[in-house]
């Protein structure tokens, strides 16, 4: 999904203009990066937490010439998802209707029984 398919999708789900739709999605953003500047950590219940993670200094190589790169610290963002996101993203859409599983289940039983 792109940026500008969630803003559709919002101004769908409001019934809003896109125009109004795309001033909230940008402010979210801008609220997200503002906070994980100032080391602060955003957590959203359900959906998961946003933090940074400090990196070391460290020596890296050129690929192209293989001469040796010093890289600086620096602050990377990291996503964390919630346990319920977690659920929500790994249950797949055969186990959500169990009527559909039960149904195949009887006939391979009927005609096993019909077989003895």
């Given at each position: 999904?792109?940026?500008?398919e ?6 769908h789900?409001?019934d809003?203009?896109r125009k ?6 940008e ?7 503002k ?8 957590e959203i ?15 890296g ?6 001469a ?11 996503f964390k998802?919630?346990k ?9 859409p ?17 005609s ?5």
């Amino acid at each position: 999904m792109t940026k500008a398919e969630l803003i559709d999708d919002v101004s769908h789900a409001v019934d809003m203009s896109r125009k109004d739709s795309e001033v909230i999605v940008e402010t979210i953003f801008e609220s997200i990066v503002k906070s994980l500047r100032t080391g602060d950590k955003i957590e959203i219940r359900g959906f998961g937490s946003f933090r940074t993670r400090q990196r070391e200094a460290r020596v890296g190589r050129n690929p192209k010439t293989g001469a040796r790169v010093d890289v600086p610290p620096k602050k990377i963002p990291y996503f964390k998802p919630s346990k319920e996101l977690k659920d929500l993203v790994n249950r797949t859409p055969a186990a959500v209707p169990s009527a559909p599983a039960e149904g195949a289940a009887t006939p391979s039983s009927s005609s096993s029984a019909s077989s003895t």
